[in-house]
């Protein structure tokens, strides 16, 4: 509908019902400048947007009018009951619960201090402990809640980045119906239908589609649903869920159990294609806990020992100590073959056929396993097959490693169920016609549904589409009804985590868009239709717990895991002979592997801006998706970096540009999934191509019969580190066991450090504190979860595809990597880079006008407003870890997004020099506290953002000048090495040299250099 | 030098060879010739063309720092690790050529190489012209030109604020300025005798009144000429070390630095031979269309040419010698990243510039080892267009190449400039052609008073020795 030209509310009133220009309404909304939205009624009248959804909300009152002779009264009357009324809604009433509990100390709110709330983030059905650093009462920041098990104070780069989506501006901001503004009431009332027609046919014809639901509320509800309603279903899809770790363990166990690890009891441990450190469920715990035992000068120079094999290389394999690529279609064979050498029974599955391991290292590998009987672990990927899971349990069980290092629960996802069936089943509903109403909580099917259901178009023939949805996106611009989803730090509920502990999730700010939980949706079914999320979560625990509630509640809330809810480990035992009528797995001539994006995950962040421009581990790319081969395959295929090939499997094909990744398994295609979006928000939308069009629901992880060809096109891609070699130079230092048993400091010898004595000049002494942080690399997988967390924590802005393509990336800390050996199977080193803090900073003496300085306390700071911005300094550093507003980077227009800004960190102009601080505004607060209570600041007071979100705890932060800090111990440590130490710079942050600790008869992957410094 | 004639039998080819005056000529005819075409003489239709040339250019100068102005230094090429790009690269590059401006007027006035005479004047102006090119660059590259503007001098203010000494940048500050205020002032006080000739002259009132109050109330009495020695003297004085002062002080911009390929001892001397290299360059660019187009071929002869191409064969194999030491020290240190910044030019991406550097600033100009080279018009033109953009590539090269890959490989990265680092750069040689054809317009380019004194009217007038 085209509004009228000139600003007049009679005329406004005159408008029939058309179709709204929704888009440019929401656009203008969420760009539209000022302090706040639909807060105030002032607002609400002047602007010609706003008096239209006013208009909207009270369409059967306007209509009305139309036809009404316009008398002068009336319309006032009515105007200003529309007025008022809008005013109402609008100012979302405060409820009466209390969602306040304090995780720190604070007694009230202070301005200009932060308070801190214990929740977990979501993420497929799995939830993550969290603490959301709120600032009167805006949720800024997201780190690791230190007592929830998942995180232990860590949190990943997917978690640290979901509080940018909470304000994301393009977030479906209102209800609609037939994409219009609706109203509440309108769609309580529809919803009241449903329920009523249900009740009469018993839910005949009432579809319920969901993601794999974590959480035991919301998993009571829909079981009380289906008791209710017997004739309605409930489907699940997660389009990156644990499908095959589900059907492994039923093959395995014959009944479907829970699989988690206990890594840190582990000194042995084999991966399967699992990236298990970096991704997927309790990926944080275990990364802690695998690198625990990964620092022989805290373990009594003992180290644990990884063997990786793995299709795409990974985190987790860039830390292995032996790693093989082999296609992923072949690592069932070999897990067969590696059973039978074990003595576990492998039945049909004897005999497949694999390339990659050589039988000395079968052999070795073996061994080693079978010599730590209890002490080993044995992890399939999720992108594995069932069987090489059930291989998986069945090795681990004859190691007798369950209880140990391998744990069983109950399913943590409330109803385990064969999602591709269950989603099939519906879509065959829907195509008979038997779907009356289909109510979609969350998740984007129509995007990310296998591409042979055709869900799109099967959808369409429900009548009556419900989706609650957090974007106007592809699945829910096709349904009737789209509800604003709640960002989960705007509702309550709950979750469990990746061992079944469980968390309450609590609001920390009203919904910004009144938006609703699947919890809120689903009352309509319970017994009081609206009850508040809060009193059904509550009344749900309360029914579980004995004792004092109130205390119980408090408790949970507070600490961020509910006492006594967690799931007691199970005891479980292979089926005899479940892999009898098996046969091993068939190798196609090229394979196509799917993964989810390790930033866009399956598509669900595509539109947040920290995740695509996060140099992706490993290819450093951003903004969009590769087809991914071995530098082997790329020359069988005569392709460069770049070339653009298309696709073909299963009768379909896309385009996609390719990248060549060194360790990458020959004949065998990687592509991540989540890209390609069409309706993902203007920061998502067409970036990179969707790889779900070639996902069938036959093999959820692998596509059939892969066709590639070239297309003779080219694209630049977006790559934030080009070069893959070290070039003869010792940025990243690396060494084995054995290595340093016979010389603890043969990282210090791989280059000249310059000796301090040599210079003109009097010795600085720093008095007081003298800031420094030690990184170890032996601990460091590449995650990239520091580098979200400084994003979030110091207000750096996101550039664009363009702007990295031109090389003008933010970010203060990047993670640096670099492959060593051979081209086939290289060693891959990550190295986390942030401002050294040089004591002799080569920045400072150039810089005209002293807009970059030392602080008394060792500190290089920088002084914005004084900054003219000549880039000498940059220039000048030899780390080149500063980083330039070249333009006008960071967003002064849009107001929710300003919401997340740190109000601690100085938001930078166009023209300004910027790099990291070390968190100043952190030293600043524990100064602030220290000095109130009139003592030092403690060691471990002062967390970077980068080190509070490690889950490796690679990095350390403290004082030098107190000996007994864990940083000035880290750094007496023989391996402890400056980089580019032979400058004079004298960087604060130094390295500890990375250790790998290979089989003794095995020569280790990728040697390192042996070549010695010159 | 001037009385070769008198002494040898020469050829007439060769005795106009040798000559820094043709023959023929008395103080009414040089007066009445460079006059003229200030005063009374339409301008030619190819001086309407430069102009119209360097305003267009410069219309693109106006146009692409408005748009830098707007949207910030990101419209440029330049990243995070090439932080300099064309901007410093033709800041040194349009310094370095006003050298020879100064080296002319100055130092060859001291040494008494009276062959400068017919050349000094538009030198000079040449000077001033590309220090005002050159002088935007420093201000336009930064993120926030409206405070470097003002921030990098040494103001009294509330905050007790002062310029960070230590920068080279800031040492560039007082170096340019200084530089170019002597070089105004020279030029300015060598016009004055001219202006008032001029003024004598003029017919029209405009003209009149505007060179009466340019020339000072200058009269020609014994006591002006007097005190225009002593002035001219000492200014000649006070700019000598500025020659050497100011391009030692822009290659310190490089050398005070640690990376790689810039951090080196060879920088000044080796920037200072540059600077006078690329200048000659110019000039004979210059030199040659304006005597043809204004028949100057008696006032700039083919001596002067000579000469000029000899200056630059022997500061090109300064330029030369300091590549070859580059070379050298970069094996000689041991050190592996000078090592590799070496290799890389030659070899690297940019490989093709460095080569282009080595013939343009190494190999061609050997050509001037013969005198039918030094006297060739066209060659001379040639090859001076050549240097000029060997220079240019020199700039590029120690710019680009040692920023691109430093001591890190995890940041290496490339470096290309887009279409407002070239328009920029066009603009600024519009400017240079605006101000320049203007000057020819207005001023006397060849110095009246001068010329006059190395006929030999004026020997044997005992005017002169």
């Known amino acids: 509908m085209r509004l009228s030209k000139r600003v007049d509310v009679n005329e406004l009133y005159q408008i029939r019902t058309s179709g709204l220009d929704l888009k440019t309404i929401r656009e203008k909304l969420v760009t539209a400048r000022g302090p706040r939205f639909w807060q105030s009624l002032e607002e609400l009248a002047e602007t010609r947007e706003f008096k239209e959804l006013l208009f909207r909300e009270f369409p059967r009152q306007a209509s009305e009018w139309v036809d009404d002779e316009p008398g002068r009264r009336r319309f006032l009357k009515l105007m200003g009951a529309s007025l008022a009324l809008a005013g109402v809604t609008a100012c979302t009433r405060q409820p009466d619960e209390k969602i306040l509990p304090y995780v720190r100390q604070p007694e009230e709110t202070i301005p200009g201090k932060s308070l801190y709330f214990a929740t977990a983030m979501p993420l497929s059905g799995v939830g993550v402990g969290v603490l959301a650093e709120s600032h009167q009462g805006r949720p800024t920041k997201l780190e690791g809640n230190p007592e929830h098990p998942g995180s232990l104070g860590g949190a990943d780069a997917l978690t640290q980045a979901s509080v940018l989506q909470l304000y994301d501006p393009d977030r479906l901001n209102t209800l609609l119906h037939y994409g219009e503004v609706a109203t509440w009431n309108q769609f309580s009332q529809e919803m009241t239908k449903v329920v009523a027609a249900a009740k009469l046919n018993k839910g005949a014809g009432l579809r319920i589609l969901t993601e794999t639901v974590g959480s035991p509320t919301l998993g009571a509800q829909l079981r009380q649903f289906l008791a209710d309603f017997p004739n309605a279903k409930w489907h699940q899809w997660e389009p990156a869920g644990a499908h095959s770790a589900r059907t492994g363990a039923e093959l395995a166990f014959g009944k479907p159990v829970h699989t988690y690890y206990k890594v840190d009891n582990a000194e042995v441990i084999l991966t399967l294609d699992a990236d298990f450190l970096t991704t997927g469920p309790g990926n944080v715990r275990y990364a802690r806990n695998f690198a625990s035992r990964r620092r022989v000068y805290e373990n009594g120079g003992k180290m644990n020992r990884l063997y990786a094999v793995e299709s795409c290389p990974s985190g987790t394999g860039t830390m292995a100590d032996h790693r093989w690529p082999m296609r992923a279609g072949e690592i069932q064979n070999f897990a067969a073959a590696l059973a039978q050498a074990l003595g576990v029974e492998v039945g049909g599955l004897a005999g497949g056929a694999f390339r990659g391991v050589p039988e000395a290292s079968m052999k070795a590998l073996a061994a080693d396993l079978g010599a730590h009987k209890g002490t080993s672990l044995v992890v399939a990927g999720e992108q594995q097959p069932p069987e090489t899971h059930a291989l998986a349990h069945a090795i681990n069980a004859a190691l007798g490693n369950i209880g140990t290092t391998v744990l069983y629960t109950e399913p943590i996802e409330t109803m385990p169920v064969d999602q591709v069936a269950s989603l099939k089943e519906l879509v065959a509903d829907l195509n008979s016609g038997n779907v009356e109403t289909m109510l979609i909580l969350g998740g984007n099917p129509v995007y990310n549904a296998p591409a042979d259901l055709d869900f799109a178009a099967a959808m369409k023939k429900a009548k009556l589409r419900i989706a609650l949805c957090y974007y106007d996106d592809e699945t829910s611009s096709l349904c009737h009804w789209q509800v604003p989803e709640a960002h989960y730090l705007e509702a309550w509920g709950d979750i469990r985590a990746y061992n079944g502990a469980v968390s309450i999730q609590q609001p920390l700010i009203q919904p910004l868009y009144r938006g609703k939980s699947a919890v809120d949706l689903m009352t309509f079914f319970g017994p009081v239709p609206e009850q508040p999320a809060y009193e059904v979560v509550r009344a749900y625990w309360q029914s579980r717990t004995s004792g004092d509630f109130e205390a119980w509640w408090r408790k949970a809330v507070h600490d961020g895991v509910a006492p006594g809810a967690?799931?007691?480990?199970?005891?479980?035992?292979?089926?005899?002979?479940?892999?009898?009528?098996?046969?091993?797995?068939?190798?196609?001539?090229?394979?196509?592997?799917?993964?989810?994006?390790?930033?866009?995950?399956?598509?669900?962040?595509?539109?947040?801006?920290?995740?695509?421009?996060?140099?992706?581990?490993?290819?450093?790319?951003?903004?969009?998706?590769?087809?991914?081969?071995?530098?082997?395959?790329?020359?069988?295929?005569?392709?460069?970096?770049?070339?653009?090939?298309?696709?073909?499997?299963?009768?379909?094909?896309?385009?996609?540009?390719?990248?060549?990744?060194?360790?990458?398994?020959?004949?065998?295609?990687?592509v991540h999934l989540g890209y390609g979006r069409t309706r993902a928000g203007r920061v998502g939308n067409q970036a990179g191509f969707n790889a779900y069009w070639l996902r069938a629901s036959a093999r959820l992880w692998s596509g059939e019969d892969l066709e590639i060809r070239k297309t003779g096109g080219r694209t630049e891609l977006a790559c934030t580190q080009s070069h893959w070699k070290m070039e003869g130079r010792h940025p990243v230092r690396a060494g084995t066991l054995a290595q340093y048993e016979k010389d603890p400091a043969f990282a210090k010898a791989m280059a000249h450090e310059f000796p301090p004595e040599i210079t003109l000049y009097p010795e600085r002494k720093y008095e007081g504190y003298a800031w420094g942080m030690a990184i170890d690399l032996g601990s460091c997988n590449g995650c990239n979860a520091c580098v979200i967390a400084c994003q979030a924590e110091n207000n750096i802005p996101v550039?664009?595809?363009?702007?990295?393509?031109?090389?003008?990336?933010?970010?203060?800390?990047?993670?640096?990597?670099?492959?060593?050996?051979?081209?086939d199977n290289p060693t891959a080193h990550s190295q986390p880079v942030l401002c050294m803090h040089c004591e002799n900073a080569p920045c400072e003496v150039v810089c005209p006008v002293a807009a970059t300085v030392h602080s008394a306390e060792g500190l290089n700071d920088m002084v914005y407003n004084r900054c003219v911005g000549t880039r000498y300094c940059s220039n000048n550093c030899p780390y080149k870890v500063r980083r330039f507003n070249f333009l006008l980077y960071a967003d002064f227009e849009t107001e929710i997004s300003k919401m997340q800004r740190n109000p601690d960190v100085s938001v930078r102009s166009r023209g300004v020099m910027e790099k990291c601080t070390y968190c100043v505004q952190r030293i600043n607060q524990a100064r602030i506290e220290a000095k109130r209570a009139d003592r030092e600041i403690k060691d471990g007071e002062v967390l970077t953002a980068c080190q509070q979100t490690c889950p490796t705890q690679a990095i350390h932060f403290g004082n030098l000048n107190d000996p007994n800090s864990k940083v000035a111990k880290l750094k007496q440590e023989q391996l402890n090495y400056s980089l580019l130490g032979e400058l004079n710079t004298r960087p604060r942050t130094t390295y500890l040299a990375s250790l790998r600790n290979p089989h003794p008869a095995l020569a280790p992957a990728g040697a390192p250099e042996s070549k010695s410094h010159g | 030098m001037e009385n070769t004639s008198t002494v040898k039998e020469l050829s007439l080819a060769e005795r106009e060879r040798a000559a820094v005056i043709g023959p023929g000529h008395t103080f009414a005819t040089i007066t009445d010739k460079i006059a003229s075409i200030v005063?009374?003489?339409?301008?030619?239709?190819?001086?309407?063309?430069?102009?119209?040339?360097?305003?267009?250019?410069?219309?693109?100068?106006?146009?692409?720092?408005?748009?830098?102005?707007?949207?910030?230094?990101?419209?440029?090429?330049?990243?995070?690790?090439?932080?300099?790009?064309?901007?410093?690269?033709?800041?040194?590059?349009?310094?370095?050529?006003?050298?020879?401006?100064?080296?002319?007027?100055?130092?060859?006035?001291?040494?008494?190489?009276?062959?400068?005479?017919?050349?000094?004047?538009?030198?000079?102006?040449?000077?001033?012209?590309?220090?005002?090119?050159?002088?935007?660059?420093?201000?336009?590259?930064?993120?926030?030109?409206?405070?470097?503007?003002?921030?990098?001098?040494?103001?009294?203010?509330?905050?007790?604020?002062?310029?960070?000494?230590?920068?080279?940048?800031?040492?560039?500050?007082?170096?340019?300025?200084?530089y170019g205020t002597v070089s105004l002032l020279f030029w300015y006080v060598g016009l004055i005798p001219d202006l008032a000739t001029l003024r004598d002259r003029a017919t029209a009132k405009f003209q009149k009144i505007a060179y009466g109050i340019l020339s000072l109330g200058w009269r020609g009495s014994a006591v002006h000429w007097h005190r225009y020695e002593t002035a001219s003297l000492l200014l000649a004085g006070l700019a000598t070390p500025l020659v050497l002062s100011v391009h030692t002080i822009v290659s310190f911009d490089f050398a005070v630095s640690v990376i790689p390929g810039w951090h080196a001892t060879i920088f000044p001397p080796y920037f200072v031979a540059g600077a006078i290299f690329s200048g000659f360059a110019m000039v004979v660019t210059l030199s040659i269309p304006i005597r043809a187009i204004y028949g100057l071929q008696d006032f700039i002869t083919l001596k002067h040419l000579e000469n000029m191409a000899k200056v630059m064969l022997a500061t090109g194999w300064i330029v030369f010698y300091g590549y070859l030491m580059e070379i050298f020290i970069a094996w000689y240190s041991g050190n592996e990243y000078e090592r590799y910044m070496m290799i890389n030019r030659q070899m690297g991406p940019y490989a093709p510039f460095y080569w282009a550097l080595i013939f343009c600033n190494g190999i061609a100009p050997q050509i001037f080892w013969w005198k039918k080279a030094r006297t060739s018009i066209p060659i001379l033109f040639i090859m001076s267009i050549v240097i000029n953009i060997g220079m240019w590539l020199e700039r590029f090269i120690i710019v680009v190449t040692s920023l691109h890959r430093d001591f890190l490989p995890s940041s290496w990265g490339m470096y290309w400039p887009t279409i407002w680092d070239w328009m920029t750069y066009a603009g600024t040689l519009g400017l240079f052609l605006t101000l320049f054809f203007l000057f020819i317009r207005v001023l006397p380019m060849i110095s009246i008073f001068e010329m006059r004194t190395i006929i030999p009217q004026a020997k044997v007038a005992g005017v002169h020795k």
Not at chain 1, 598 to 620: C, H, I, M, S
Not at chain 1, 637 to 646: F, P, T
Not at chain 1, 813 to 821: A, K, L, N, S
Not at chain 2, 147 to 166: D, E, G, S, V
Request: glycine share 8%.
């Open chain 1, 799 to 823: 550039v664009g595809r363009e702007q990295v393509l031109a090389q003008r990336e933010m970010h203060w800390i990047r993670v640096d990597r670099y492959f060593e050996g051979d081209l």
């Open chain 1, 566 to 670: 967690a799931f007691p480990a199970v005891n479980v035992t292979v089926k005899p002979g479940w892999a009898s009528a098996l046969r091993p797995a068939a190798l196609p001539e090229m394979e196509l592997n799917f993964r989810p994006d390790p930033t866009v995950y399956d598509g669900r962040f595509a539109n947040n801006g920290w995740l695509q421009e996060l140099p992706k581990p490993l290819t450093k790319l951003t903004w969009e998706n590769v087809a991914l081969v071995s530098v082997e395959t790329a020359r069988e295929l005569n392709v460069q970096a770049g070339d653009i090939v298309e696709l073909r499997s299963g009768g379909r094909s896309v385009q996609a540009p390719v990248w060549i990744l060194p360790g990458h398994a020959n004949r065998s295609v990687t």
């Open chain 2, 39 to 178: 005063l009374h003489e339409p301008s030619p239709a190819s001086w309407w063309l430069g102009l119209l040339i360097g305003l267009t250019l410069l219309s693109g100068l106006g146009l692409s720092v408005g748009y830098l102005l707007f949207k910030g230094t990101g419209i440029w090429g330049i990243n995070i690790p090439v932080g300099w790009g064309f901007a410093i690269i033709n800041f040194v590059w349009w310094i370095g050529i006003g050298h020879a401006g100064t080296l002319i007027s100055a130092i060859l006035l001291l040494l008494k190489q009276r062959w400068r005479t017919s050349i000094n004047r538009f030198a000079e102006a040449m000077t001033l012209f590309a220090v005002a090119c050159a002088a935007i660059f420093p201000v336009i590259h930064t993120g926030r030109p409206w405070l470097a503007a003002y921030w990098l001098f040494p103001y009294p203010n509330t905050m007790a604020l002062m310029p960070q000494f230590r920068s080279p940048l800031m040492w560039d500050v007082f170096a340019v300025s200084t």
